[in-house]
């Protein structure tokens, strides 16, 4: 046997519930799912070493398909909720994953000070640039001149950038990813783990119900022309004036990881004495 | 596919052949349950047994090599042109009232790409051994081809409105 094929002890489909996906048929989800199964596999990590922490959403669904621990938790803290179980539980990979809404919009906070405080997490983010499970909306992405029944003529409201915003806020590894390349997906989220401190993975993820055009992105992406860089302006500059089609790993950088001090300052004894009445 | 990853062994072509069939049973698996979950059994039953014709291509890769069962391959990037294994089913051409006549086109497309893989690979293979497994390969993919087209020719073309839905299940109010 060459080094093309090797035993292994987890396959994707190990990953992969008993529960099935109730997603639209042909919605972008699908493939992130199957992208973050073939790269936990691609790690070989064990599922009871990997917790899959969400919020609200669509996309927000992916820890019921996924065979590791799950938190699916209140619309837009699923950062917060899964900073805490890297704080309190480092030993596990602990995968944040959402969607625009959820992320951009009443998780917009959380989303800076993820990337700020820089825990080795990893967050995907499922961007289809509208709230889908409620209709249609338009969320943070969504183009200003998105011509709809509920904003007719678009909102004309700027987009949000949730790349540069991230990088601009110290996320240590910034990539972009499209939900049609299941297998380059999966090897920017193995990457993604794999990188030390807060890494963030946008994943164009097309809403063929609300947003049946893009089913076009297919034709619109293209991998990214330069390597990734560990130049923070220098990646600044390509994702200010990048087509928002580059996919690939953008920033990969050495920003200080946060790291819980050791000591422990207080033993439950002690907790429970402050609280005696 | 580049020169750096065309397959120099037998092992290569067998390992990418594994894997493109493994990633059609997967991906057929995951289309019959995403039209199980939107009760459209017909179409889900029509994706499960393509599930199972691409199965047996795996069992038989995996008897023809000795391999194990845990065996994965590990594909350079670029080993197809597509970014998807060729026999994979895009997820995006699914629509929740398809009929069999639409499943079984996608299917058809699936199986051309795949023989037309292998038939690359047998006219350019580096080695007479890589050409001639190629080959068998691309007979295989060619008898699903026909499997496809005979199953196609017994299945009616639905109507111009297939996709009317009078009561559709999510709609912008």
Redesign the interface.
Known sequence: ?????????F???DYKSDT?????????D??VL?SLTKAL?RLQLAPHEVAVVSGIGCSSRIPAYTTCYGFHGVHGRALAAGTGLKVARPELTVIVAGGDGDGYSIGGNHFLHACRRNVDLTYLVMDNHVYGMT??QASPTTEPDWD???APGGTGIRSFHPLVIALASGANFVARA???????SA?IIAQAIRHPGFSFVEILS?C???RPEQ?QW?ERVHPAAVAETDDAARAARRIMTDDGFNIGVLYAGSRPVYARRSETSATTADLEQEFAL | MTAATAPQTIEDLMGQALQMEREAVARYTELAEMMEAHNNLEVAALFRQMAEYEGHHVAQILADMGWAEDTVTLREPGAWASPEAPESVPIDEMHYLMHPWHALQLALAAEQRAANFFDALARTGTSDGIRRAAEEMRAEELEHVALVQAWLAKVPKPAADWALDPDPPRYVD
């Open positions: 046997m060459n080094d093309m094929v090797q035993p292994a002890a396959a994707a489909a099935k996906p109730i997603w639209c048929p042909g919605c972008g699908y493939t199957g596999a209709k249609g709809n029944k509920l499209f939900s049609g390349d299941p297998n380059g090897e097309p063929v119900t609300f089913r297919k």
